[in-house]
């Protein structure tokens, strides 16, 4: 069993920057892919950021140049750093996990207001 936990949430102003983290256990981590998802609130989950075993990175376009992702497979954790936020990225962001299966952590609320 696969568990992640996720940190690094909260309130910033828009234009501001927060970096996310999310620790694995459980699992084997070099193989899978790591990446977010997020819902905003009243909306449905969207795919945000993911990173494949072999070091691809890929991102929705509403984050691209915006958002990094990077994993480090010794320390088994991935992060998201978060610039020039929007008040459209606040939702729930959750880290996920996916190797045969998929796995999910219980989420980190980021709101983005002045």
């Known amino acids: 069993q696969v568990q992640l936990v996720e940190s690094g949430g909260g309130l910033v102003q828009p234009g501001g920057s927060l970096r996310l983290s999310c620790a694995a256990s459980?699992?084997?981590?070099?193989?899978?892919?790591l990446g977010w998802y997020r819902q905003p609130p009243g909306k449905e989950r969207e795919w945000v950021a993911s990173?494949?075993?072999?070091?691809?990175?890929m991102y929705a376009d509403s984050v691209k140049g915006r958002f990094t992702l990077t994993r480090d497979n010794a320390k088994m954790t991935v992060s998201l750093q978060m610039n020039s936020l929007k008040p459209e990225d606040t939702a729930v962001y959750y880290c996920?996990?996916?190797?045969?299966?998929?796995?999910r952590g219980q989420g980190t609320q980021v709101t983005v207001s002045s």
């Open positions: 459980g699992g084997v981590f070099s193989p899978a892919t």
């Open positions: 990173t494949g075993p072999y070091g691809r990175t």
């Open positions: 996920y996990y996916r190797h045969h299966s998929e796995y």
